[in-house]
């Protein structure tokens, strides 16, 4: 199996949800997202990206979003800071038995929005 995924999100859109609602942060991201979100320069920019790749991600797997335990896709970044994609539980189980291999993962953002790619194998 070979997909792509795209996701394109506005960043005051994750910014307002974050701040109104501080459930929203442990419900789609985990502890070592959110801490690594916070030592960059954008934090909602960065939130923004990661939830959109694991929206990409989930695309590209053909996931239905509301059934997505979101916690369970993990972007974090490798030792050169690139974007790398973790799987966890339930996920990890689906990724297993579905003989993917390889997930690459991209994500850049401007001031307003924020982009990610996902490309399975």
């Known amino acids: 199996m070979q997909a792509i995924g795209v996701d394109l999100i506005e960043i005051e859109r994750v910014q307002k949800v974050a701040q109104k ?3 929203f942060l442990l ?3 985990t502890e070592n997202e959110i801490s690594l979100c916070r030592r960059k320069s954008s934090f909602y920019a960065s939130l923004a990206a990661r939830f959109a790749a ?3 991600i989930s695309k ?3 996931l239905n979003l509301f059934s997505l335990c979101w916690q369970e896709i993990e972007i974090l970044a490798d030792t050169q800071g690139r974007p790398c994609v ?12 579905a003989q993917i291999t390889k997930v690459m993962i991209s994500l850049s953002h401007s001031q307003q929005m924020a982009i990610a790619m996902a490309t399975v194998e």
């Open 21 to 23: 609602y501080p459930s």
């Open 60 to 62: 590209a797997l053909g």
């Open 54 to 56: 694991k929206e990409a």
């Open 86 to 97: 973790l799987f966890h539980g339930t996920m990890q189980k689906q990724i297993e038995q």
């Open 27 to 29: 419900r789609f991201f």
